[in-house]
């Protein structure tokens, strides 16, 4: 089954405008999944290398990075704030996920 986008975003406005009490175990399972899962970090958009995490916590979103070295050596800093990525979900989390495994082993 495919669904685009804008049919996601209309499913979740209808899912919205009902309170959560009403809604389905499937509906509060899809939910908190789409919001606790795990973020999928992009390649560098520069080069398509992996990122690595630059600074975390504070409140504030994760920071991602494509630190490389320039052939002359240094920090290529240029590609190092070209590459720049925030993860602003904060990475998800896990624990909730395992909740929603086990909850789903008692059904
Ligand atoms: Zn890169």
Do not use: N
Request: charged content about 35%.
């Amino acid at each position: 089954m495919t669904t685009t986008s804008a049919e996601a975003r209309k499913r979740r406005r209808e899912l919205y405008e009902k309170e959560i009490g009403d809604w389905t175990d499937d509906e509060v399972i899809e939910v908190l999944t789409e919001r606790y899962a795990p973020t999928d970090v992009p390649p560098c958009r520069v080069c398509g290398g992996e990122l690595s995490i630059q600074a975390v916590g504070g409140g504030q979103p994760t920071q991602y990075a494509h630190q490389v070295m320039k052939p002359e050596g240094g920090v290529d800093w240029d590609h190092y704030k070209e590459s720049a990525w925030e993860d602003r979900r904060q990475g998800g989390d896990e624990a909730v996920i395992d909740l929603i495994r086990r909850f789903k082993g008692r059904e």
